[in-house]
C-alpha cells in the first residue's frame, strides 16, 4: 500500500511569488485536505477536497487555492507569498471517516 | 468554534508512564484523535476515541468524556523512540459530502530521558 506522498520536500520563495506544492494521496483514499503547520504549533485546517471539489475551507485567504485530480492527487496554490507562509505544509488522504493519513510535508520558506 | 488544550512539554523517565491531558471546548464534536509527530516528520495516527471510555492499543491508551470535554493519552513502559510530539484533535459536526475537519491543538513535546 503506497502512503501519501508530497512533493517538492523543501522549497525556498521571495515574497510576492507564487508556489505550488503536490500531493499523492494514499492507495484507495478518496478525500485529501491540506493543513499549515508553524513552528511550534499545531496543524491549522486549510481546505477539504473530495471527488475534485473543495467542501471545506478553513480560516485562510482566497489567496490559498487548490485543485484534486481525478486520480484523487491534489496541488496546493499560494499566490503573493507573504513571510507568514513560511511554514510546513502537509497533505492527508482519507476514506470517508477513516483517519487522516499525512505526507511527509513540504517545508515552506518565504525570504 | 474549536479550543483545544493540551500542555506544552512534558518529560519523562525510560520505563515509566505518562498522561497527557486534553481539554477541549467545541461547537459540534464527532470524535477525538491523538497523533504522533517526530520531528521533522508526518502525524502519524495513534488512537480515535467518539464514545466515552477508554480505548487500549498496545502501550498506549486513549479516554474520553465528552461531558467534561476532556480526554488523555496514556503512554506505558516509555521507549526513547517515544520522544516526540503528541497532537490532540477534535472533529467537528460532519457536514456531508466526506467533509472531515480536524481542529488540532499545538501539540505537546514529550522527553523521555533515561
Redesign the interface.
Given at each position: 500500500e503506497t502512503g501519501?506522498t508530497q512533493s517538492p520536500t523543501h522549497l525556498i520563495k521571495t515574497r510576492g511569488q507564487q508556489v505550488t506544492l503536490r500531493c499523492s494521496s494514499q492507495s484507495g483514499h478518496?478525500?485529501v485536505?491540506w493543513?499549515q503547520q508553524a513552528l511550534?504549533?499545531?496543524?491549522?485546517?486549510i481546505f477539504?477536497y473530495?471527488?475534485e471539489?473543495e467542501?471545506?475551507r478553513?480560516n485562510f485567504p482566497p489567496r490559498f487555492s487548490g485543485l484534486q485530480f481525478p486520480n484523487y492527487s491534489s496541488e496546493l496554490n499560494v499566490n503573493a507569498l507573504e513571510l507568514d507562509d513560511s511554514a510546513l505544509y502537509?497533505c492527508a488522504s482519507?476514506l470517508?471517516?477513516s483517519?487522516?493519513?499525512?505526507?511527509?510535508?513540504t517545508r515552506l520558506t518565504v525570504t | 468554534g474549536q479550543n483545544i488544550d493540551q500542555p506544552t512539554e512534558m518529560t519523562a523517565t525510560e520505563g515509566a508512564i505518562v498522561q497527557i491531558n486534553c481539554t477541549y471546548q467545541t461547537s459540534g464534536f464527532n470524535g477525538l484523535f491523538w497523533y504522533q509527530q517526530h520531528a521533522g516528520e508526518a502525524p502519524t495516527f495513534l488512537s480515535y476515541n467518539v464514545l466515552d471510555g477508554l480505548e487500549e492499543k498496545g502501550r498506549f491508551s486513549s479516554f474520553l468524556s465528552r461531558s467534561k470535554g476532556y480526554s488523555y493519552l496514556l503512554l506505558k513502559e516509555l521507549q526513547m523512540k517515544d520522544s516526540a510530539s503528541y497532537l490532540c484533535a477534535v472533529r467537528g459536526v460532519y457536514s456531508g459530502a466526506g467533509s472531515y475537519q480536524l481542529t488540532f491543538g499545538k501539540g505537546t513535546k514529550l522527553s523521555v530521558i533515561p
Open positions: 501519501v478518496n478525500t485536505s493543513y511550534g504549533q499545531g496543524p491549522q485546517f477539504q473530495y471527488r471539489e467542501n471545506g478553513g502537509l482519507s470517508e471517516g483517519p487522516l493519513h499525512f505526507g511527509n510535508g | -
